[in-house]
């Protein structure tokens, strides 16, 4: 889960978050891409990666505290889906992953897909609102491939040896 940088030796583990309802399909294709660039075992994203009989909210603690990036994958619905689930009352593990990147202070890059804009962040709970303080980036069906490696060199990610 370590992905080798122009940051010398050090290595850099990313973490992508989303929401299953709003962005898979993104956030599988954005996994896919930097896979393919630095290798599976350097992302982490919990459908491939979180094995069964594993406990989910342990595992996603313990990747996060290991975690450099964290990409937060943001759809047009994101924000519909955060407020629905407060008030529902209902755990919502997206947020407590963006809250752990928050608390450590990693780098945040909040990713909009599906036409989703920065409109999403508006109006947050106070413990997430520090998520729209970090510059977005957006990644568009047809330029997907040159977003993707956009958003790599701007983390100054380098492909695998």
Known sequence: MALISQRGAATVNIFISYRRADSAAY???????LNRLVGAERVFMDVEDI?????????????????????????????????KRAQEQQRDYVCHEIEAALARQITIVPVLVGGASIAELVGLPDRLSGLSQYEAAE???????????????????????
């Open 27 to 33: 956030a599988g294709r954005l996994c896919d891409h």
């Open 51 to 83: 094995a069964p009989g594993q406990q989910f909210a342990q595992t996603i603690d313990d990747t996060i505290s290991r975690c450099d990036i964290a990409l937060i994958v943001i759809g047009p619905r994101w924000a519909e889906s955060l407020h």
């Open 139 to 161: 990644l568009h069906d047809s330029t997907f491939s040159e977003d993707c490696a956009r958003i790599a060199k701007s983390l100054r990610l380098q492909p695998m040896a």
